[in-house]
């Protein structure tokens, strides 16, 4: 019942990192805890929704399915950028699909009801010959939607505060690291319906004591010992001073950044500001159900455009560092499914926060837990 939801976990869940155990299994593989979740998290959440520069022009939009429902954001005639729900108010038809340039009005493929770029209805056919029916009350549903550090960000809470108040501080801090964010182009883009839970994905990248055995190019970079992780509220900071590596990252001595900074977003986006200049990836989880959760990875650069070295890093990234993520938790969610497994894991937190410590998981389940008990 999801009224027992959160009820076995105690009121300081996670709270002593020294001594702290993850979410039980079942939080990971029962579907009423991801209807749960849907309601408390997702729906009540600032969401990544896409770059900036996949709505930069008039009539672009980007359609995405997260938590079971399919959201439409369309950059209007006017230039302001709006969102709703992606379904046609009449019989619940969707709309539009994929992403691209829509014409001047979206016309539903289904009875071709069309409404305009802001969401009002401009034709329903034999709407004169219908007693009682006024197009303004049949507008498509809105979604909050916002800019923020060159990302699209969407909100199905429509009372909810405003996106730079969740996330304070972080494009301040993302701009320090990347000045170009809001230029960068996407260059490349892997789509995977990854067999874990959201959360799974999450706990993944919250630690880097994995990254030593399962990530030997991003080690042979990436300076553990210099490794730290910070949390900021609704977002939290792992940063790494590194060196150029024909395994891991490659690039000039010379270039400003030359550091690997690693950005969790409430809930479930990642930003990563590789060394180098202006290359970022970008994780999007997009929950299915408890047992899957599709993917966006995006590689961003100056340029749709690449160089040969830029390739060779997008080849890295996509065909090596990034697979190496998968297997690592569709091998955790079969698990956890497992009599072998005794419910709860250890959360290894050493004193000195350490480049291996795991207290970005516990910070992470903490604020998890404080939502089942809403």
Known sequence: MQRDIGMDLPDDFCQDMSHAY??????????????YEKQQ????SWLCFCHGSELAENNAYVTRRIAGENLLVVR?????LRAFYNVCPHRGHELLQDSGIAKNVVSCPYHAWTFKLDGE???????????????ADYRLTPVQVAEYCGFVFINMDMQAEAVETALAGLAEHLHSVCPNVASLQ??????????????VIVDNY????HCAPAHPGFSSSVDSASYTHTFHG??????????SSSQGYSFDGDVANQAFSGYWVWPCVMFNVVPGDD??????????????????????????EVTPEQRNFITWATQTFRPEDLRLVESVQRGLQSRGYRGQGRIMVDDSLSGISEHGIAYFHRMVAQCYRQ
């Open 206 to 209: 919250m630690e880097c004591y």
């Open 22 to 35: 993850t979410l039980p299994a079942r939080y990971y593989t029962s579907d009423a805890v991801f209807d």
């Open 279 to 304: 290359t970022m990836t970008v994780i999007y989880e997009y929950p299915v159900s408890a047992g899957l959760t599709v993917q966006y990875y995006e590689v961003l650069m100056p340029s749709k």
């Open 41 to 44: 998290i997702f729906a009540k």
């Open 121 to 135: 209805l401009a034709v329903a056919r034999n709407c004169e010959n219908v007693a009682h029916f006024d197009k």
């Open 234 to 243: 609704r977002w939290t900071l792992q940063h790494g001073h590194s060196k």
């Open 76 to 80: 209007g005639r006017d230039g302001v």
């Open 186 to 199: 996407v260059a490349s883009r892997t789509i995977t319906d990854t067999p874990a839970n959201w959360k």
